[in-house]
């Protein structure tokens, strides 16, 4: 398959319509039937919804199937589907992943090569499972669609992850979160070439090469209310993901000169309703938070910690640990180690005893919040001294103190300079 890319952004959608379009005419094979994988409603800012619209319409009159790359997460309403993606799609155009029951296993990445790739921190293999749609659907083109930016498991997410974790089985994405925590996400966050990315890109190269399978990435930039399209990426090989991944480094990462004493991030209600999506807030900005110093995560939305039942009830048991407490937890447990990415998550969204978390909440009561070791604030309380009407993304001084302010932890990474010289 050919590859294109548009780097001069900001894009328009009237751009990316007639880059796909003349894409997609040369493809060397009717396009009869034809899956398309955009991210959840949680990544609205990959700007992937207007994306699968264009395709959809495109691919007509194709037999289209949407299947959202859900990994662990909520499966979208029809409310939620209609508005990211458009009312066009109809309803039975949807498949709704479940990672615990919807797979096939394609391959198992080797114990040695995990161990290689981990320096020797962890030496179990991982079996590479994927919805059972991608290779029993009888497709002729399969689209992943997503945002290439910095990201706390991987190093900088999208390409292959959107599809053995995004659409994988629960020990892929268990034992590759927990490769990615032991490993340590500030070694990883805002690079490519992670102990995790070497492990999908095996399961690429091993297990997927015969799927009739392209990708899409997006490079995409937020500034307030604005998000612009600032690179479209298009093809199969390895070459397509680079691409994105050196322009996200330039648009993404947001490289500071001190650590901050003081960061409030603000936690939108209609994509973060758990700390399981919501400590963004922490793996994207705890590379610049100082020692001693607090970040206040303003989580209007959030109701509970995981995003099921059972892991809400794990994070609940186990809480926000440092480090050592729970990797010792998890030869303890054995519920623990039989949730890999429960316990990799503990680690990612602890301060590891650095700096204070402080969530400020109206749908979880104090206990709740300060039984997973997080500080606690009224929402109320909180608002009315860091306003999110007011703050400005970057540095605001609030009676009298310097605070710096992150409107949306997704869009990017805070870090320091010197981490990156």
Known sequence: ???????????????????????????????????????????????????????????????????????????????????????????????????????????????EFVREVSEGLVDYSIAVEVNRELVE??????????????????????????????????????????????????????RDHSPVRKVFDYAEEHFLSSLPLAYILTVSKTRGEETSLMGLFVGRGRSVFEGAVALSQKENLDLLQEP??????????????????????????????????ELIILAPGVSSFGEDAGIDRLIRAFGYQKRLDILRLVKESQELSENLSVAAHLIHGSSDGRFKITYAVQHLSE????????????????????DPQKLRDGFNMVDGEKVFYVSNPALGLWALEKDFS
């Open 137 to 190: 659907g009888g497709y002729d083109l399969i689209l992943s669609i997503g945002q290439v930016v910095p990201h706390e498991v991987v190093g900088m997410a999208n390409y292959t992850k959107n599809i053995v974790v995004g659409c994988g089985g629960k020990e892929i994405i268990d034992r590759s979160h927990f490769l990615g925590a032991v490993y340590g996400m500030e070694r990883m966050m805002g």
């Open 1 to 111: 398959m050919r590859s294109y890319s548009l780097t001069e952004g900001p894009i328009d959608m009237e751009q990316v319509e007639s880059t796909l379009q003349e894409w997609l005419l040369g493809v060397d094979r009717p396009l009869k039937k034809v899956l398309l994988i955009p991210p959840d409603g949680t990544r609205g800012h990959s700007l992937a919804g207007p994306i699968t619209s264009i395709l959809y319409r495109l691919l007509q009159p194709a037999e289209v199937k949407v299947l959202p790359a859900l990994g662990t997460h909520k499966p979208m309403t029809w409310e939620e589907k209609s508005r990211i993606f458009g009312p066009e799609i109809p309803p039975e155009a949807y498949i709704d992943h479940n990672w615990r029951t919807d797979v096939t296993k394609v391959g198992v990445v080797p114990g």
């Open 260 to 293: 901050l004493e003081k960061v409030v991030v603000y936690l939108d209600p209609s994509e973060f309703r758990s700390t399981w999506l919501g400590n963004k807030a922490v793996y994207r900005t705890r590379m610049a938070i100082a020692d001693g110093g």
């Open 367 to 386: 206990e709740e919040i300060k039984g997973v070791y997080f500080d606690y604030l009224p929402y109320q309380e909180a608002v009315a001294k860091y």
